[in-house]
């Protein structure tokens, strides 16, 4: 017995984890006369319990962001894939997730297997909701990388755009001709800083040209504000964006196999920006017809981003549903051509009836007669 209890005394009692989160480790005293429970004091580990409140309040913020910004969030996901799963993914996944960048090295390798193995928003969402209540794992690696791509890159915040006022953005920002199809999405892109950074005279006419950009390309852009020139090029700029999707078809670089698959705007999505251009920041450039070739993408301030998928529709539709959402129902003679008998007849049904706007003229002449007439009584009464 006193062997068995020796045994006992020295076996390493494991740790105790509460939902992976806080770390609770054993420091009993060894005493090889008595083990009872009085002598096993558990403490909890204040980094991992600091951890783990980090990673809930993680977890809260990116179920409010996926919750109320879902399109938002699958283009920045989208974006980040792309840079990440690159070939030049030291000049294009820029800045880096710091838990995945070492001294000397990128864990580029684990960073794309944890890419890889995203699923839709939608069940992101699903399965952060889940997490909270303990019945599912995620690994807090997973969680802390979402949270720097969707929250902690704050700068720029990405908004819808309604796309059916995509034509009238297109002429207020003096862009020739609409575009001959609609884009899946437009994002405005808003920098905090941008006032403090960009000085515009107020007599200075803004000039917007549009970029075909390759998705590898954009994350460093959106962010950082330039590209990498050895690596990105020459760019061309338009002032249509058919002609600037049609060159980001010839640029675009085919995404590998292993990268995100479960984007909502596929996977090859083609991307359009509408750039403001800054004049007193374009050092060299080469204009050809209506295409303008700059080196240094440092004179580019983005304000709208297009994503245009595989499946486009026409402009020309959405505005065709639009006007037939006017025309009357099937039967009926159009409004255009019965507009003047239809007016005529309305007009004579109103003089008819005395019309709303006259009986409502009416109403109050009757109500200051009689109100004239109360008062005159009571003058009356007075002397």
């Known amino acids: 017995m006193e062997h068995s209890a020796d045994v006992v005394a020295k076996r390493e009692i494991p740790r105790i984890f509460l939902d992976s989160a806080v770390d609770i480790e054993d420091v009993s005293q060894e ?11 558990l403490r909890p580990q204040k980094s991992r319990m600091h951890l783990g409140i980090d990673t809930y309040q993680h977890i809260a913020q990116l179920c409010n962001m996926l919750d109320s910004q879902s399109c938002v969030c699958d283009a920045k996901l989208l974006i980040f894939a792309a840079a990440a799963n690159s070939e030049g993914y030291r000049s294009t996944l820029v800045p880096i997730p710091p838990l995945f960048m070492g001294e000397s090295f990128y864990d580029i390798e684990r960073l794309r297997r944890i890419v890889a193995m995203w699923p839709t928003c939608r069940q992101m969402l699903k399965d952060l909701q889940r997490s909270t209540s303990r019945s599912t794992h995620i690994s807090a690696g997973h969680i802390h990388l979402m949270h720097w791509v969707l929250i902690a890159q704050s700068n720029p915040i990405l908004r819808r755009y309604k796309v059916r006022r995509f034509a009238g953005l297109c002429k207020d920002l003096r862009l020739q001709h609409s575009p001959s199809i609609r884009p899946r999405e ?7 800083d941008k006032q403090h950074t960009v000085k515009k005279a107020s007599n200075c006419r803004r ?3 549009c970029l075909g950009c390759p998705l590898q390309l954009l994350y460093r852009l959106l962010i950082m504000g330039r590209m990498d020139n050895n690596w990105a090029g020459p760019l061309r700029l338009y002032d249509r964006v058919d002609a600037a999707l049609a060159q980001c078809t010839v640029t675009s670089l085919p995404l590998p196999e292993n990268c995100w698959s479960c984007s909502c705007f596929g996977r090859a999505p083609r991307c359009v920006l509408i750039c403001e251009l800054l004049l007193d920041r374009l050092s060299s450039r080469q204009q050809h017809h209506n295409e303008l070739i700059i080196e240094d993408t440092s004179c580019l301030l983005v304000q709208y981003l297009l994503i245009f998928t595989e499946h486009n529709e026409p402009l020309l539709d959405l505005q065709a549903t639009s006007s037939r ?3 009357p129902p099937t039967g009926q003679p159009p409004l255009g051509a019965s507009f003047k008998s239809q007016f005529k007849t309305h007009c004579s049904a ?4 005395g019309g709303c ?3 409502w003229i009416f109403r109050l002449f009757a109500w200051l007669l009689a109100r004239m007439g109360h008062l005159l009584e009571r003058q009356q009464r007075s002397f």
């Open 350 to 353: 109103q003089r008819y009836r």
């Open 325 to 327: 959402q006017l025309n």
């Open 31 to 41: 005493d090889s006369d008595s083990v009872t429970p009085s002598n096993l004091t």
């Open 186 to 192: 437009v994002l405005s892109v808003t920098y905090k």
């Open 207 to 209: 000039r917007y040209v």
């Open 357 to 359: 706007g006259s009986r």
